[in-house]
């Protein structure tokens, strides 16, 4: 897929390596928000560093 989509304001682009941060940002913010609500694993098994 190489073609941009364009909706009203939204536009759908190709996922790419440059997207990353923010999908792992977004991804993140929602696990954190599930914990919040459903804290099903022990929190000493969190991971507070980034993994390379």
Known sequence: M???TVT???SIV???EEH???AGALLAAR???QRR???G???RYRIHRAIA
């Open 31 to 33: 696990r954190r928000e």
């Open 14 to 16: 190709p996922f790419a």
């Open 2 to 4: 190489s073609a941009t």
């Open 8 to 10: 009203g304001s939204t």
């Open 20 to 22: 990353l941060d923010a």
């Open 41 to 43: 694993l022990d929190p």
């Open 37 to 39: 609500v459903a804290p």
